[in-house]
């Protein structure tokens, strides 16, 4: 996983919980990488396992619930950062529908180890679809949580019902989607 993701969980966690919290989760948690991350590396996704579950634990959420936190989180910390065209779109909508050929090609571009997720777009109306998701780490709730923060940033209220699941043996995730 890039390092800017850990950059952003640590971020998320010092504005949750505080600094000590995300000391405590680094310093106990026996990490491979040992703890440090540079926004343009990439660290094995054991890393990142092992620290949301132990800030999970620390915030006494669900981890589901504590990686769809991060993911909304993670959409502002990306925007801030990463000019990658996102502000160009004007709503959620063209955002998922250019995900993969945009967003994602340029992160691959400039990033040629980085592994991204496959998300599509299939839209049913102007403001009704389904989303798919399809990824090896199986981050649908960071997913999620990534759709809401996407939402909030262009003003729109978003429906998600998750109708299908990797952690339920499914090849993909699924959500039927609708914007207002």
Request: proline share 3%; aromatic share 10%; net charge negative.
């Amino acid at each position: 996983m890039q390092g800017i993701i850990y950059n952003a969980l640590a971020e998320f966690v010092e504005t949750t919980a505080g600094m000590a919290v995300w000391n405590e989760a680094v310093e106990s948690s026996h990490l491979l990488s040992e703890g440090a991350f540079t926004s343009g590396q990439t660290y094995p996704d054991e890393d990142a396992v092992t620290l949301a579950v132990f800030v999970a634990n620390k915030l006494e959420l669900e981890l589901p619930d504590a990686l769809r936190a991060f993911g909304k989180f993670l959409f502002g910390f990306l925007l801030d950062r990463v000019p990658l065209g996102v502000k160009e779109f004007k709503s959620t909508q063209d955002l998922l529908a250019s995900l993969n050929g945009t967003i994602h090609a340029e992160v691959n571009r400039l990033h040629p180890d980085a592994y991204t997720p496959i998300i599509n777009y299939l839209p049913e109306s102007e403001s009704k679809g389904v989303i798919v998701y399809r990824s090896k780490r199986k981050l649908c709730a960071i997913a999620e949580g990534l759709i809401l923060g996407a939402a909030e940033h262009y003003g729109q209220q978003v429906r998600m019902k998750h109708t299908r699941c990797m952690h339920d043996g499914a090849e993909d995730c699924r959500w039927i989607v609708a914007f207002s």
